[in-house]
Nanobody, 118 residues
């Protein structure tokens, strides 16, 4: 059974950093498109960062609000997806979800809370 298990959330001060991880079991990531999404309080789902499959050379896109601060990456050998978040702002506070897509099938992590506050 395919599972996506997230870790790395928590409370940080503005300007701080966090690294989110998403460990995938049951399959390997080589042919997956991956991404990170978030839902802030009272807001809808927002796509944060996406990366195409390694077969498609891993092209990356980011939402404008995180460009230059967040980095999406993958380690196919470890079947793990990462989101490095630097220079965090209060408006980054949200529940973050990792996502993987292969063919027409979507898989989601359980979500993890990121809170940026003094």
């Amino acid at each position: 059974q395919v599972q996506l298990v997230q870790s790395g959330g928590g409370l940080v001060q503005p300007g701080g950093s966090l690294r989110l991880s998403c460990a995938v079991s049951g399959v390997n990531l080589d042919y997956w498109a991956i991404g990170w999404f978030r839902r802030a309080p009272g807001k809808g789902r927002e796509g944060v960062a996406c990366m195409s499959s390694s077969e498609e050379q891993g092209t990356i896109s980011y939402v404008d609000s995180v460009k230059g601060r967040f980095t999406i990456s993958r380690d196919n050998a470890k079947n793990t997806v990462y989101l490095q978040m630097n220079s965090l702002k209060a408006e980054d506070t949200a529940v973050y979800y990792c996502n993987g897509v292969i063919g027409v099938i979507n898989y989601w992590g359980q979500g993890t809370q990121v809170t940026v506050s003094s």
